[in-house]
């Protein structure tokens, strides 16, 4: 079992429709929660940081975390066909620099 | 805030040279720099981990030798590739954190190596 399971896609949705991304994971050691969004043949630019668990909100994205589920979501409202990308979310455990990343799901928004 | 700039974002080169990768953090000091290694596709592998003024420390299976490793300032990291062969072509993105732990990590653009 990998450490970090996320669904690779593609997930297609219609423009202004609401996406949720979810990655669950193993080890209950980690505290910090990122996503990220890479668009082709570019770096993973930062979308969300939180730490334990809880929610965060940043414009049309939403971050949650579910530490007793080991889940965390990212949710894009009014998606546009500007999302459309790879999304990575990626944790860490208190006292390492070092991320785990999940597989990254491909998102297509379709205008 | 938090811009890496990572360059060359191409390179296309004969088997057999070297390949230099620079990887600057501009508006922050960066302790740890991490080079990562993305094939089609697939997620991030990280390669190595990098401490301003110490070696670097690399993942299991990737080549020290081969992949070379320099963090002389808080700004600047380098991945030279040596003697590149065709099966080194590949996306490479380097990313930086600050000094604090538990800060994210950003990334520059990526470098596609092409090796002819």
């Known amino acids: 079992q990998k450490e970090v399971e996320q669904d690779p896609g593609p997930l297609s949705v219609p423009e202004g429709a609401i996406v949720s991304l979810n990655c669950t994971y193993s080890?209950?050691?980690?505290?910090?929660f990122m996503w990220y969004r890479q668009y082709s043949r570019k770096g993973p630019e930062l979308l969300m940081y939180?730490?334990?668990?809880g929610n965060k909100e940043d414009g049309r994205f939403t971050a949650q975390v579910d530490k007793s589920s080991k889940y965390i979501s990212l949710f894009i409202r009014d998606s546009q066909p500007s999302d459309s990308a790879t999304y990575l979310c990626?944790?860490?455990?208190?006292?390492?620099?070092?991320?785990?990343f999940g597989t990254g799901t491909r998102l297509k928004v379709l205008a | 805030g938090a811009v890496v700039s990572q360059h060359p974002s191409r390179v296309i080169c004969k088997s057999g040279t070297s390949v230099k990768i620079e990887c600057r953090s501009l508006?922050?000091?960066?302790?740890?720099m991490f080079w990562y290694r993305q094939f089609p596709k697939q997620s991030l592998m990280l390669m190595a981990t990098?401490?301003?003024?110490?070696?670097?420390?690399?993942e299991q299976g990737v080549e020290k030798d081969k992949f070379l490793i320099n963090h002389a300032s808080l700004t600047l990291s380098t991945l030279t590739v040596t003697s590149a062969h065709p099966e080194d072509s590949s996306f490479y993105i380097c990313?930086?954190?600050?000094?604090?732990?538990?800060?994210?990590?950003?990334f520059g653009d990526g470098t596609r190596l092409s090796i002819l």
């Open positions: 990098s401490n301003e003024g110490s070696k670097a420390t690399y």
């Open positions: 508006d922050f000091q960066a302790t740890t």
């Open positions: 080890n209950s050691a980690f505290q910090y």
């Open positions: 939180t730490y334990s668990s």
């Open positions: 990626a944790m860490s455990a208190p006292g390492t620099y070092k991320y785990i």
């Open positions: 990313s930086a954190s600050g000094t604090i732990v538990g800060q994210p990590q950003h």
